[in-house]
Nanobody
Framework: QVRLEESGGGLVQAGGSLRVSCEAS????????GGWFRQAPGKEREFVAA????????YGSDSVKGRFTISRDNAKNAMYLQMNSLKPEDTAVYYC?????????????????WGQGTQVTVSS
């Protein structure tokens, strides 16, 4: 069983930046694909970004491309999401997740392990 713990969420003004982190309790972290999702109140969980075990990354909607950057540090068993130029519509609980390597990266159902989430609130 792999445990994931997110940190780094908080309250920020529009235009500001935050970096959320995800630490995994496994020494085989390098063998997993990792993803970030978010869920706003009353909405479905939304794919934000993913990084393959190889380091190749993809991003979800056009609204985050160019503003968010996903990265991983396999030596620290950690994954990060740097969020810049934040907007009120980015307000959500952000979750990290891990899965075994496959072609599917954007579907929540493809992920096996999930963190408890960290709240990101962007004020206008």
């Amino acid at each position: 069983q792999v445990r994931l713990e997110e940190s780094g969420g908080g309250l920020v003004q529009a235009g500001g930046s935050l970096r959320v982190s995800c630490e995994a309790s496994t020494d085989t972290f390098i063998s997993y694909d990792g993803g970030w999702f978010r869920q706003a109140p009353g909405k479905e969980r939304e794919f934000v970004a993913a990084v393959r075990w190889s380091g190749v990354s993809i991003y979800g909607s056009d609204s985050v491309k160019g503003r968010f950057t996903i990265s991983r540090d396999n030596a620290k068993n950690a994954m990060y999401l740097q969020m810049n130029s934040l907007k009120p519509e980015d307000t959500a609980v952000y979750y990290c997740a891990l899965k075994s390597p496959s072609n599917v990266l954007t579907a929540p159902s493809a992920y096996t392990y999930w963190g408890q989430g960290t709240q990101v609130t962007v004020s206008s």
